[in-house]
């Protein structure tokens, strides 16, 4: 294997060279590659789509995480959902939080993570803080007996596995494990290619969330380069807290992030007309077997 | 041809399929290739590179125009260097200008552009405030006898005919061209994969410019997907006027862009701190003999 095709999107692919592959093979749920590349380092791949790098996933990490960690102020408790690389564990361990609980569905993701990319999870998973729950996300979400300040879906795209975490059932079900003042966020795909999935989500959010905002991340990796996330709270509270507040909030993890500021907090919800849509009706068809490019 | 790859970068690649080849050849400065591809329409390629497309060059075109004329807020004359397919000209005609020099090295890209791309210039070469000079930019910059309030350098990277185009003393010839109030801006390649070249380009600029200030623009097919502008002043003059200055000035281009708006314009100043660099000495050697990736 000297290079490794993304196919993603239709009509445009990248492609990487590949150094050496550290794994090749099917889990219960999915296909993972794991290989070396010269410009990004280690590279996890599952079902054909890149999900993490070593050079480029605290783009990523940082913003899914710190964006609703910032913008709370005061998380106690946070719930991932998904993120078995470990990375989004590691930068939600850099705030003061009492727990956090991990449900990732696929163990084999979990531990080839740690053997083999123990670069991006950093440690995280032997923090005491944390409890892992090798399980259905969704399920998990309609059955824990306890509730969080914070929920990070942190999942693969709507097709395969991922799927059931972009049903508007479960995220009714992520809203009623809120406590009071918590946020979800979660990621939406890619903004410039896949823009009525963003506008789908948009509209399931809706049903159960007062407040809906999107917000952008730019991951060299990710397909067309603008991940698309999706902030949401049940009451109406403010997830771009006033600069003042942030920068306070931010001294406590200043220095351990190379992406995030309170500037870039802020300016990733500045939303270009082209990323924009009008609301639709919330009742609509599987994301995952709509095309990529709707427009 | 059934597919074009893009080698920018070493271990990494874009590829689009090719549904027609509309040209292919070499003018007297560059190779230049223009295609039809299914997700992006006609995509413009100089020496192996993409330029524009039909469907992403908005992005860039409107970023490159917009910060600097609505910063200004009156500009009458404007320089575009470089730009030879006409869409930087598009987006400074939506202004009240009074004249638009363009100087362009590769008349064939100007006629091939306006031919084969007629899409992307929409007219603006028609337009009775344009003034077209093929020739060398930087003796143009040396030899004009008039002044202009924004100058944009819309140049390929910094090898082949665009290498002059980031000299520190083409740099001080636009600075002395600018009348008082003035602008300039020019793109400095991608922020992920080219840091150093943001880098030297900030540091040549400071030898003549009071403030300079990067700016990122995300285009799907600039390789990383997140491209690095630059703005400069030759007086302490803000990049970034107050939001209300900039929604003022926005009425009159209001509707006519698909990504820039007041917000969008200060949010892509908000700096991460992985595009950040202390400024280190100017006395550099060319740009162009640095490998991509320096880190």
Chains 1, 2 share one sequence.
Do not use: W
Not at 58 to 75: D, N, Q, T
Not at 208 to 230: D, I, Q
């Amino acid at each position: 294997m000297n290079s490794f095709q993304e196919t993603l999107i239709e009509h445009h692919a990248q492609v990487l060279t590949v150094d050496a592959v550290l794994h090749r093979g099917r889990t219960a749920y999915q296909d993972v590659l794991i290989f070396e590349n010269r410009l990004f380092g280690k590279v996890l791949v599952l079902d054909g789509v890149i999900q993490v790098t070593e050079r480029d996933n605290h783009i990523y990490h940082e913003m899914i995480a710190h964006v609703p960690l910032m913008a709370h102020g005061s998380a106690e408790r946070v719930l991932v959902i998904g993120g078995g690389d470990g990375g989004t564990l590691r930068e939600v361990l850099r705030h003061p939080v009492a727990e956090v609980v991990l449900v990732e569905i696929d163990r084999e993701v979990i531990e080839l993570s740690r053997r083999l990319l123990p670069e991006v999870s950093d440690g995280a998973f032997s923090d005491p803080r944390v409890m892992v729950v090798v399980g259905d996300g969704s399920r998990y979400a309609g059955e824990a007996g306890t509730s969080f300040d914070v929920i990070i879906i942190d999942s693969t795209d709507p097709s395969g596995p991922g799927e059931q975490l972009f049903s508007p059932e479960f995220y009714r079900r992520c809203r009623d494990l809120l406590r009071p003042g918590g946020i979800l966020v979660l990621q939406s795909g890619t903004a410039f290619y896949q823009p009525g999935q963003l506008d789908d989500i948009r509209c399931r959010l809706a049903a159960s969330f007062t407040a809906v905002r999107p917000f952008m991340a730019p991951v060299p990796t990710y397909a067309g380069g603008m991940l698309a996330l999706v902030a949401a709270a049940p009451s109406r509270r403010t997830l771009q807290p006033a600069m003042t507040a942030l920068r306070t909030r931010f001294q406590a993890i200043q220095g351990q992030t190379r992406y995030y500021t309170p500037d870039v907090h802020h300016a990733a919800f500045a939303m270009a007309p082209i990323f924009c849509s009008a609301p639709r009706p919330a009742d609509r068809t599987s994301i995952a077997a709509r095309p990529a490019l709707a427009s």
